[in-house]
């Protein structure tokens, strides 16, 4: 088996899981555990279909960093239910949700799963990071097309896309971003900063979608292309033009945000993921007795059950 390197964007399926998983069966104390038994039917599906030989579940230290607020102080605002005075902003999350984020980690950790997250930064700052210096093979697993900017066919990294559902997975290679939007994910970053994301609380550039933004980086090859070709008056028309340096405010700050970081002080964990010993097997087993995690649990430790490189 050929070793290969899959990250998870934790916070996303541990709230499809949520979202997607019935509340009917509780733990003996009464809390919810729908979203982590479905983590873990998730993770046992994800390591059957694609084999992986590592494994990173990528955290959210700081889902809302304030470099980047900073920068644009509408980013992702909407989900904000507390400011935070010394530490990260309180983000929008259902109480029965909650409860369960120290259960997805000890989960995690009874699976040998390591869990990765950075201090002022998102877990896409980790996947960044991990998934650039990565010398083996790269599965991305998210339903956030913003990490579409990571794809790299000559460094066989890809995208494989939650945002249709588990039974919908979709394969996001080079092509398949061409095909949705007309660019190349080295281009991905500046498309999305032109667009915008209401969900995240990104203007955008007021007047320019999908296809005048993909329009102008096939002629102007990248966002400073394109700047520089509206202040000269050259390669586009006078109402774009305009556009585009009425936005000089906010394409001066939006890359950073939108870029995610790729230089964090953090290393690919060397050691693969491997099936439980019989001690791990009975903590595992404990801990999913405890919680009723059931077999969703048993499920998790049989996808891990196989040779790796």
């Known amino acids: 088996m050929s070793d290969k390197l899959m990250l998870l964007d934790t916070a996303s399926l541990y709230f499809r899981a949520f979202y997607g998983v019935p509340d009917k069966v509780k733990a003996p104390d009464g809390t919810s555990v729908n979203a982590a038994r479905g983590l873990l039917d998730i993770i046992a599906k994800l390591v059957t279909l694609y084999e992986p030989t590592h494994i990173v579940a990528c ?39 909650e409860a369960q984020i120290p259960l997805i980690r000890q989960t995690l950790t009874a699976l040998g799963i390591p869990i990765i997250g950075v201090a ?21 697993v998210t339903g956030d097309r913003d990490l579409f900017q990571l794809v790299d066919d000559d460094r066989g990294i890809r995208v494989v896309y939650t945002a249709r559902g588990m039974s919908n997975l979709e394969i996001v290679t080079d092509a398949t971003v061409v095909a949705k939007y007309g660019v190349l994910p080295s281009q991905y970053a500046d498309f999305a900063t032109m667009r915008g994301d209401a969900s995240d609380g990104l203007p ?23 700047r520089a070709a509206a202040v000269a008056g050259e390669g586009m028309s006078a109402g774009v033009q305009a556009k585009v340096i009425a936005a000089s405010d906010y394409l001066d700050v939006a890359p950073t945000v939108v870029e995610v970081a790729r230089g964090l002080d ?16 009975a903590s595992a087993e404990e801990l999913a007795a405890q919680w009723n995690l059931g077999s969703s649990m048993q499920r998790a430790i049989a996808a891990l059950d196989r040779p790796v490189g």
């Open 266 to 281: 953090i290393a690919v964990p060397a050691t693969p993921v491997r099936a439980l010993d019989a001690p791990q097997t």
């Open 204 to 226: 955008g550039v007021a007047g320019v979608g999908e296809k005048t933004a993909a329009a102008l980086l096939k002629d102007h090859g990248d966002l400073a292309g394109i």
């Open 120 to 140: 002022a930064h998102e877990a896409d700052d980790v996947i960044g990071t991990l998934a650039t210096r990565s010398t083996i093979p790269v599965d991305i």
């Open 59 to 97: 955290w959210d230290d700081d889902w809302r960093p304030h470099w980047r607020v900073d920068l644009i102080p509408s980013y992702k605002t909407h989900r904000v239910v507390e400011v935070g005075a010394a530490g990260p902003d309180v983000e929008e999350v259902p109480d029965p949700l």
